[in-house]
């Protein structure tokens, strides 16, 4: 009898593991419509108003130069201060500015070296810092792995001006680094993040603010709390969205898509970084997170092959199908180069087995250091 009941119920978890699949190919196609309907022109900028750029730094990361010189030579209408911050006088990103002084000397450029904290967010606890220094009060936070094409400034603060929005933010794609470690993070931003933010946008299911990029104005800012409001947050990017929708104001996503540079050097730090990209955004929307699920039909029709459910085989094929024709529409939406299309089956494996373990346990590690956090997303302590 028992034996017959453990029959019984891995063939219903292969049915629904193949009901889950299909449910996967029904999301699958929306995505692609959404990338397909994604528009390909954008309303003429508005004139610019002065700004200040702040950019957090944490080490000189590969290619670090050529990201900050690209905000430096910005073609923008009106007076720029880009602000640079590093936490001690021994962060070798210091040494990227003080080159980026030298090679661009009409720049208003300002380093900020402060090792006060202002709560366990060390990013944000740098931007509290950095922020004294800001003479302007249109404000564009960008991190420093980020890479912005040419009119980027230009975009983003006339889009600020615009009626209702109180913050303005950008939709990123993922840049591999140097090694296969780094490309496999490029392509879950690329194939699982992107698609799914795309939808999200279009069908006004949601209203994000990714730190890729936060414009706001210095008063709505104040407004808020200030940054250092946010010194406890895991997630501080959508704390301040949230924060600005509260005053009635919007979080209005950027025509510009910015890139963001994956530099993930071995298996741990790919670990890492899926694991607390997962966990924060299973604090944000738990019950969304679970639904997630479905978003992995290859797996999913996997499991029921494996499981001795025939249907997997034919859902497995149309959901690889389907995957490889999200990838093309996603190179073609975002004009990205080609991707090794045989690792994607590896990586839906690799980050359906990160959404299972994010269910599990509180720790996420960030630039190398490691942290404790409540249900509620609040940074406990570091060890």
């Known amino acids: 009898m028992i034996p017959r009941l453990g029959e019984d119920l891995l063939v219903c978890f292969a049915q629904a593991c193949a009901i889950a699949a ?10 692609i419509v959404a990338l397909l309907r994604r528009p390909r022109s954008w309303p003429k900028a508005l ?30 209408g009106g007076p ?25 000397p009409a720049a208003r450029i300002d380093l900020v070296v402060d090792p006060r904290s202002h709560g366990c967010n060390r990013k944000v606890s740098n931007l509290v810092n950095m922020l004294e220094r800001a003479r302007h009060d249109t404000l564009v936070f960008v991190d420093s792995d980020i890479v912005v094409p040419p009119g980027y400034l230009t975009r983003i603060v006339s889009e600020l001006a615009r ?17 296969r470690w780094a490309a496999m993070s490029s392509m879950s931003i690329n ?35 200030g940054l250092a409001a946010f010194g406890d947050c895991l997630y501080d990017d959508h704390a301040i969205g949230a924060a600005v929708r509260q005053t009635g104001q919007r979080v209005a996503i950027s025509s ?52 001795g459910n025939l249907q997997g085989l034919p859902i497995l094929a149309a959901a690889l199908a389907l995957r490889l024709v999200e990838c093309a529409s996603i190179e073609r939406a975002f004009q990205l180069p080609r991707h ?44």
Not at 346 to 363: K, M, N, Q, S
């Open 80 to 104: 720029v201060q880009l602000v640079f911050g590093a936490s001690s006088a021994s962060d070798p990103a210091i040494r990227v500015v003080s080159r980026l002084v030298r090679e661009f």
């Open 191 to 225: 194939f699982h993040f992107l698609p799914d933010a795309v939808l999200g946008v279009w069908l006004r299911l949601a209203e994000p603010c990714f730190g890729a990029t936060i414009a706001i104005s210095r008063q709505l800012l104040e407004r808020v709390g």
């Open 47 to 76: 004139p610019a108003d002065p700004v200040t750029v702040l950019v957090p730094l944490c080490g000189a990361e590969d290619g670090l130069f050529a990201r900050l010189a690209a905000l430096c030579r910005q073609a923008y």
């Open 256 to 307: 510009v898509v910015v890139g963001h540079v994956c530099l993930e050097r071995s298996s741990r730090e790919l670990l890492d970084t899926q694991l607390r990209r997962a966990r924060t955004i299973r604090m944000i929307n738990p019950i969304g997170y679970a639904g997630s699920l479905v978003t992995y039909p290859s797996v999913l029709a996997l499991i029921a092959l494996l499981l």
């Open 340 to 383: 090794r299309y045989l690792d994607v089956l590896a990586r839906d494996v690799l980050a359906f087995g990160v959404y299972l373990t994010a269910f599990f346990g509180d720790e996420v590690v960030w630039r190398g250091s490691r942290y404790r956090t409540s249900r509620r997303g609040t940074l406990l302590a570091d060890s």
């Open 22 to 31: 299909m449910a996967g190919l029904a999301l699958m196609s929306l995505n």
């Open 163 to 179: 009626e209702g929005a109180g913050a303005v933010t950008c939709l990123y794609y993922g840049v591999a680094g140097a090694g």
